[in-house]
């Protein structure tokens, strides 16, 4: 996704007060920023850095297109947006949610004050 906080900005104003946005994202827990790999600029596709793909499912031999590792950042922008953001280390195999990368992110949207 080129824009992420556009889209956390969205997914804030849409959700009701009280509820909660839960995600996966490809997240380094040992970088202060962002690690943004593309830009969409004038609707071409810019790599800033090498292209990174991970897994799909849908498309195995494709693989989707890093746009950004996230870093401790992630959680300050959430904070601003009005999330309260947290992290879930998680291992539920029935879920799929399996191996060293296994991060959940939540970020609740407090009640209406």
Not at 6 to 19: C, D, M, Q, S, Y
């Amino acid at each position: 996704m080129p824009e992420p906080y556009e889209a956390h900005r969205e997914i804030f104003r849409v959700l009701k007060p009280g509820g909660r946005h839960i995600f996966t994202v490809p997240f380094d827990g040992h970088a202060s920023l962002d690690d943004r790999r593309a830009a969409l600029i004038g609707g071409e596709v810019v790599y800033l850095a090498d292209k990174l793909f991970h897994g799909d499912p849908v498309r195995p031999d494709q693989g989707i297109l890093v746009w950004t590792i996230f870093g401790l950042e992630m959680l300050v922008q959430l904070a601003k947006i009005g999330f309260r953001p947290a992290a879930w280390n998680l291992h539920e195999p029935e879920q799929g949610i399996v191996g060293p990368y296994s991060l959940v992110f939540e970020a609740f949207k407090p009640p209406a004050s």
